[in-house]
């Protein structure tokens, strides 16, 4: 299955919204993130929401959207690179070592040929706190959709950390609805609580002094069982939770994730 969105020849995108290309998301969605939006995406540590939203900035893309990912976890030759293994489906250890085949290497070049035509732009967020939001936004071309992983990038002040994130939360949702971008924020989940029965994210596993279930338009939890139960039957499943949205019903979806090229797929995708 091709990486990038299941869309109809002369079909036309809905300009009202950012499309997200995950087909049982994007009625949830009532069709996309929409300008204004601020979106909070989190996960317990190696569930995937770094992944998860690279595969939605290239969806998006994909799919004509301007998008800019801004990266304070790795350098963007790096970020290429995980988004160059999901597109080819070649796996990371395989593309960094240079240990592939005539197949995979095919594969490699068909994906680096299509990024080259579509990629979102990507580019590091250096901790210079909501400035740098503000810069990528005034680039060219001016993003539409605006991913920054993480929140946790945002700080410029480790003191008072819960305080700095709160901060960060409520001035990304005002850059959004005043330069009319949706921001979609990556972040850990700085409550969660791992001796609790149900390991599904929740609202108030964000922290930030609430600040993320106040000011958030959506918020969306990604849940993988795998990471606590070592069983072959859960495998790559994982779980997208609507945990908020300010418009509409919450609910979730089911994704697959194939985790040696860190990526991402609808279950209802083929």
Request: proline residues 6%; charged residues 25%; glycine residues 8%.
């Amino acid at each position: 299955m091709d990486l990038m969105p299941p869309f109809e020849p002369g079909a036309t995108p809905d300009d009202s919204v950012v499309p997200v290309g995950f087909p049982s998301l994007t009625p949830l969605l009532h069709g996309g993130f929409r300008p204004g939006d601020l979106v909070v995406l989190g996960g317990d540590a190696q569930a995937g929401t770094t992944s998860l939203a690279l595969a939605i900035a290239l969806r998006a893309s994909a799919m004509g959207a301007s998008v800019a990912v801004l990266s304070g976890e790795a350098a963007p030759a790096r970020v290429f690179e995980r988004a160059l293994a999901a597109v080819s489906r070649v796996p990371l250890d395989a593309l960094r070592r240079g240990e592939m085949g005539d197949l995979m290497r095919a594969a490699v070049a068909d994906a680096a040929a299509h990024l080259r035509e579509r990629a979102p732009v990507i580019r590091r967020l250096d901790g210079e706190g909501i400035a740098a939001l503000e810069q990528a936004v005034d680039a060219a071309p001016t993003p539409r959709l605006l991913v920054v992983d993480g929140l946790e990038s945002l700080v410029t002040d480790p003191r008072d950390l819960d305080d700095q994130l709160a901060f960060a939360v409520l001035a990304a949702k005002r850059l959004a609805v005043r330069r009319d971008v949706a921001v979609l924020l990556v972040t850990h989940l700085s409550a969660f609580d791992r001796r609790r029965a149900d390991l599904r994210p929740r609202l108030d596993d964000f922290g930030a002094r609430g600040a993320v279930a106040t000011h958030a338009d959506l918020v969306l939890g990604l849940f993988r069982e795998e990471l606590y139960q070592k069983d072959m039957a859960l495998a790559g499943a994982a779980e997208l939770h609507l945990l908020k949205h300010r418009t509409g019903d919450t609910g979730y979806v089911d994704l697959y994730f194939e985790a040696p090229c860190l990526r991402f797929e609808d279950v209802v995708e083929e």
